[in-house]
């Protein structure tokens, strides 16, 4: 009786039938299902960021708007920007509100993800639903409960702080700046809270409890087992919500906007609002599109930390 051999390398070979398509089309099908939101966000963004730039590159103003045309004016607007020492603290004065709000919204969010992982079933839920109902309250609205609680004459804030006996009658938040950003923060951070609370909770049902018993029963304290333990698995979770949150943060414009009922002080001047006043306030638009295509370059440098992130998560997936 005689066997048919054969031969190793066709042993080997993957079947290539109708149920396996071949490799080359396998790999470009997560490019085809993500092309139609590309050509959408292209279609959507593609045109009024072009528009932006454009009006960067003009003078703009009153004069121009009526007519229609603006007049071509090269990089004379980002010249003048970038040389104003004004603009420079405008910066600073971001960047520093940026990275205490953004700080302050990752170490309260992290206690309340941990604590949430020591309560009971019931308990967690309720908070959950809290959370949820802040996430879900309009910004406008969330803004004015704050401008109720630090009003000057009938603000809950300063009703509490006289009768433990300080002196804080009728006493105005936004004329110290300092004061006035505090306010700003906390209210920023009360909205970021339920977003970076739930996604932190989230991830830290992936870290193994065994891990973390065996690095207790070891000896260490609860601070080692954390930053040796669960934060090196957290870690992507965090660099996302991190670069989301100074995103977020570096571009807000309606808190300080409304807080202030339309009427910032040159002190509470972050970028985005900055861009606005000298687009709308003094109707300069060359010099506002310019000052938001400036801003628009600051981020994409964090935008493109969160995409590696991504990236890599992905690939480790």
Not at 273 to 292: C, E, L, M, P
């Amino acid at each position: 009786m005689t066997s048919t051999a054969v031969p190793p390398q066709a042993a080997t070979e993957p079947s290539s039938g109708p149920s396996s398509p071949p490799r080359r089309r396998r790999d470009r099908m997560p490019y085809w299902l993500v092309l139609p939101s590309i050509v959408v966000i292209a279609a959507v963004l593609a045109y009024p960021l072009f528009q932006l730039f454009s009006l960067s590159l003009q003078q703009y103003r009153l004069k121009e708007l009526l007519k229609g045309k603006g007049t071509f004016i090269g990089l004379k607007n980002y010249q003048a920007i970038l040389t104003d020492p004004f603009f420079w603290q405008v910066v600073l004065r971001s960047v520093v509100f940026t990275a205490v709000a953004v700080t302050l919204t990752i170490g309260i969010g992290t206690g309340i993800a941990l604590l949430m992982r020591r309560m009971n079933r019931a308990m967690r839920i309720a908070l959950n639903a809290v959370l949820i109902m802040v996430w879900a309250i309009p910004g406008l609205v969330s803004i004015a409960v704050f401008q109720w609680m630090v009003d000057y004459e009938f603000g809950v804030v300063n009703y509490l702080l006289t009768k433990l006996g300080l002196d804080f009658d009728k006493h105005n938040w936004f004329e110290n700046p300092v004061q006035g950003f505090a306010v700003i923060a906390a209210l920023v951070v009360w909205g970021a809270l339920p977003f970076v609370v739930i996604t932190l909770y989230a991830g830290l049902t992936q870290v193994p409890r065994e891990l973390e018993e065996a690095a207790m029963v070891d000896g260490a304290t609860s601070r080692q087992v954390f930053w040796n333990v669960t934060m090196p698995v957290l870690r992507p979770v965090y660099v996302i919500l991190t670069s989301l949150s100074v995103i977020w943060d570096f571009m807000v414009f309606q808190q300080i906007w409304v807080m202030l009922n339309g009427r910032p002080t040159p002190d509470y001047y972050t970028i985005g609002v900055y861009s606005f006043v000298q687009s709308f306030g003094v109707n300069d638009y060359g010099k506002g599109s310019a000052i938001a295509v400036i801003m628009v370059l600051m981020l994409l440098s964090v935008t493109w930390i969160y995409i590696r992130q991504m990236v890599k998560i992905g690939e480790v997936k």
